[in-house]
């Protein structure tokens, strides 16, 4: 099918919930994927901080055809090595206990807010708990997801949601000490917000959150779905910030390209929370989706990409900050290891300047705010990242 024909089908069968860009990518390599009509694409958005390792990296695909050869599925019922290895990977890189894992990032905050939720319950046995999370944070789509998700843009259609929900400010740690009281059981944000326009949080202030979950028993969710696996320069970049979360969220990278996310619990938690019936999923950590998890791990330590991601994103920052120096529409550059933003004046939107980075062949995305969002591949090179400075330097 070429690309008029593929757009018309899909706009005409699939419910509009996205607003594509005017391609049909075929294939991918590397740090390339190339439509139907054979033009090539440098790919600066990895599926939205998926493809970690880029197209068909060497050792992957291969991993996931051998698992395929044995079973692609089979019910949480039952034991699978595929489970053991990815879990032992998972629960060790982030120096938690216990892992559950799901389908998607939403369904790990949908888990951890059970978890957090369920903890609260067996202390007292109320049902009044509240959560707080942060303003201009980004948690995913589900109920539970988007009601801790401080943006009225994604929530005001959908109204009532899950209840006992208030907003602080995110980097302030008095706006948040404000609305704690004797209810409240979890703190919610992201290390790194994401869709929210690449705002980093203060050393500080993750710092201040964690003495006040520990000095009040509330549960300290850490929502890492964007900025982990590697993303920051470390596994997960909570480790930048001298604490540790009671449940890490995470996803996306988790499994370079197979739908699958998890919630990652302490021993305090996985011991007082979430029991046989309390949770479940039915294509969650399957055989085939933990084959890539554990492989991704695996291919992490051969190919030292965290090693990697600490020399290239200094680059990256560099020639950002050579960008912006150069061009009077970038207002602000902020963010960790390859998660990056570049904030745009209101009179250059910054839907126009991905456009026109889309016709001189390179596919970057926005965050919100007006910024311009950098989450490639993490095996970049100074070259690639070269070529796509040059390309947004002329589309600026």
Same mark, same amino acid.
């Not at 880029?54 to 595929?82: C, F, M, R």
């Given at each position: 099918?070429?690309? =008029?024909?593929?757009?018309?089908?899909?706009?005409?069968?699939?419910?509009?919930?996205?607003?594509?860009?005017?391609?049909?990518?075929?294939?991918?390599?590397?740090?390339?994927?190339?439509? @139907?009509?054979?033009?090539?694409?440098?790919?600066?958005?990895?599926? *939205?901080? @998926?493809?970690?390792?880029?197209?068909?990296?060497?050792?992957?695909?291969? $991993?996931?055809?051998?698992?395929?050869?044995?079973?692609?599925?089979?019910?949480?019922?039952?034991?699978?090595?595929?489970?053991?290895?990815?879990?032992?990977? @998972?629960?060790?890189?982030?120096?938690?206990?216990?892992?559950?894992?799901?389908?998607?990032?939403?369904?790990? @905050?949908?888990?951890?807010? +059970?978890?957090?939720?369920?903890?609260?319950?067996?202390?007292?046995?109320?049902?009044?708990?509240?959560? *707080?999370?942060?303003?201009?944070?980004?948690?995913?789509?589900?109920?539970?997801?988007?009601?801790?998700?401080?943006? %009225?843009?994604?929530?005001?259609?959908?109204?009532?949601?899950?209840?006992?929900?208030?907003?602080?400010?995110?980097?302030?740690?008095?706006?948040?000490?404000?609305?704690?009281?004797?209810?409240? /059981?979890?703190?919610?944000?992201?290390?790194?917000?994401?869709?929210?326009? *690449?705002?980093?949080?203060?050393?500080?202030?993750?710092?201040?959150? #964690?003495?006040?979950?520990?000095?009040?028993?509330?549960?300290?969710?850490?929502?890492?779905?964007? &900025?982990?696996?590697?993303?920051?320069? =470390?596994?997960?970049?909570?480790?930048?910030?001298?604490?540790?979360?009671?449940?890490?969220? /995470?996803? +996306?990278?988790?499994?370079?390209?197979?739908?699958?996310?998890?919630?990652?619990?302490?021993?305090?938690?996985?011991?007082?929370?979430?029991?046989?019936?309390?949770?479940?999923?039915?294509?969650?950590?399957?055989?085939? !989706?933990?084959?890539?998890? %554990? =492989?991704?791990?695996?291919?992490?330590?051969?190919?030292?990409?965290?090693?990697?991601?600490?020399?290239?994103?200094?680059?990256?920052?560099?020639?950002?900050?050579?960008?912006?120096?150069?061009?009077?529409? !970038?207002?602000?550059?902020?963010?960790?290891?390859?998660? #990056?933003?570049?904030?745009?004046?209101?009179?250059?939107? !910054?839907?126009?300047?991905?456009?026109?980075?889309?016709?001189?062949?390179?596919?970057?995305?926005? $965050?919100?705010?007006?910024?311009?969002?950098?989450?490639?591949?993490?095996?970049?090179?100074?070259?690639?990242?070269?070529?796509?400075?040059? *390309?947004?330097?002329? &589309?600026?």
């Amino acid at each position: 099918m070429n690309y =008029t024909e593929i757009a018309h089908d899909v706009e005409k069968y699939v419910l509009h919930t996205y607003n594509r860009f005017p391609i049909a990518i075929e294939s991918g390599q590397g740090m390339r994927v190339k439509d @139907v009509a054979g033009r090539e694409y440098l790919d600066f958005m990895a599926g *939205i901080a @998926v493809y970690a390792l880029g197209y068909h990296y060497p050792g992957y695909d291969e $991993a996931l055809k051998a698992q395929i050869d044995k079973v692609l599925h089979t019910s949480n019922l039952y034991y699978h090595e595929p489970l053991a290895r990815a879990a032992k990977a @998972v629960v060790e890189s982030s120096g938690l206990d216990k892992v559950f894992f799901t389908n998607s990032g939403a369904e790990a @905050v949908e888990g951890a807010l +059970k978890a957090a939720r369920k903890y609260a319950w067996l202390k007292d046995g109320k049902n009044d708990h509240e959560i *707080i999370a942060m303003a201009g944070s980004f948690h995913g789509r589900s109920v539970g997801a988007l009601s801790v998700t401080g943006n %009225d843009h994604y929530q005001e259609p959908f109204r009532p949601l899950m209840g006992g929900i208030k907003f602080a400010e995110f980097n302030n740690l008095s706006s948040v000490e404000a609305l704690v009281n004797e209810t409240t /059981c979890a703190i919610i944000l992201e290390t790194v917000q994401g869709e929210g326009g *690449i705002h980093p949080a203060d050393k500080d202030f993750l710092q201040g959150i #964690r003495k006040l979950c520990d000095e009040k028993d509330i549960v300290l969710i850490l929502d890492e779905i964007q &900025c982990g696996m590697g993303r920051t320069g =470390t596994m997960w970049a909570f480790e930048q910030y001298g604490v540790k979360p009671d449940i890490l969220c /995470c996803a +996306k990278a988790l499994g370079c390209g197979v739908p699958v996310g998890a919630f990652v619990l302490n021993e305090k938690l996985a011991a007082a929370s979430l029991a046989p019936g309390d949770h479940g999923t039915t294509y969650g950590g399957n055989p085939f !989706v933990l084959a890539a998890v %554990d =492989t991704v791990f695996k291919l992490f330590e051969e190919a030292d990409i965290l090693d990697h991601v600490g020399k290239i994103s200094g680059y990256l920052a560099e020639r950002l900050d050579d960008l912006a120096a150069r061009h009077d529409s !970038v207002k602000a550059h902020r963010g960790l290891g390859l998660m #990056r933003g570049l904030e745009l004046a209101p009179d250059c939107p !910054v839907g126009q300047v991905t456009s026109k980075a889309l016709e001189k062949g390179l596919l970057i995305i926005s $965050a919100g705010g007006n910024v311009l969002r950098f989450v490639p591949p993490l095996i970049i090179t100074e070259k690639e990242v070269d070529e796509a400075v040059a *390309i947004l330097d002329e &589309c600026l």
